[in-house]
């Protein structure tokens, strides 16, 4: 399987865009990539996935290298409410899906 | 429609006492799976399974029992509780097929191990 490596920590400034990447170096040819959040104490939450194009949808864009072997997610207008642990995570399916530390993002107003 | 609804919320376990975690989703979902969060950690995958009679196991399986009788439940089953399992346990579900479906988290249940 795939592993991912995020940065444990970032800040962004409310109103800016927040990115946040991912690297996924040894991602196969049949895995996506999948975004998702953790609020509080609250259950994870998806946000976005894709295999290698661009997607983007109500909550945020997502953009993947040509070579796949990172992403990033964009928000791209951050509020107070998006403070959360951002998971990025690589795989076929749901099947035996892995939640690794992720990235805890913090919105300053 | 109620989603995942896991039951109870709170539980205090003393150590080698038996108890059942119940999770319950009204989406007719195929896929069910149970994860544990220690404090500042991310999920672990304890078990999953892709539908009735079928079950699978994640990387942290080891005391936890699963069955699958229904599409509707998956309970997590904790035979000799330990002090070491003292966590915020999750329960998800989504789809199987084709068209990617996201997993749909349950609200937790807080286990204390003394």
């Known amino acids: 399987d795939a592993k991912t490596t995020q940065p444990p920590s970032m800040d962004c400034a409310e109103g800016r865009a927040a990115n946040l990447p991912c690297n996924h170096s040894?991602?196969?040819?049949?895995?996506?990539v999948y975004w998702y959040r953790q609020i509080h104490s609250q259950g994870p939450q998806y946000i976005i996935h894709?295999?290698?194009n661009n997607e983007t949808n109500e909550m945020a864009s997502l953009i993947i290298t040509e070579d796949r072997k990172s992403s990033t997610l964009i928000l791209p207008h951050a509020t107070l409410r998006d403070t959360a642990v951002y998971y990025c995570?690589?795989?076929?399916?749901?099947?035996?899906?892995?939640f690794g530390a992720g990235t805890r993002l913090t919105v300053k107003p | 429609n109620a989603g995942v609804t896991q039951t109870p919320k709170f539980q205090v376990l003393k150590t080698g006492q038996s108890m059942t975690l119940q999770c319950a989703q009204d989406?007719?979902?195929?896929?069910m799976s149970w994860y544990r969060q220690d404090p500042g950690m991310g999920l672990r995958l304890i078990h999953y399974?892709?539908?009735?009679?079928?079950?699978d196991q994640g990387e942290v399986p080891n005391g936890y029992n699963v069955s699958r009788s229904t599409t509707e439940d998956f309970p997590l089953r904790l035979l000799s509780a330990a002090p070491s399992q003292t966590s915020v346990y999750f329960c998800?579900?989504?789809?199987?097929?084709?068209?990617?479906?996201?997993?749909?988290f349950g609200n937790g249940t807080r286990l204390t191990v003394t």
């Open positions: 998800a579900s989504s789809r199987q097929g084709v068209v990617y479906s996201p997993l749909h």
């Open positions: 040894t991602i196969s040819g049949n895995e996506y």
């Open positions: 894709g295999l290698k």
């Open positions: 995570i690589v795989r076929v399916n749901n099947n035996d899906m892995r």
């Open positions: 989406m007719n979902h195929e896929y």
């Open positions: 399974s892709v539908g009735a009679g079928i079950t």
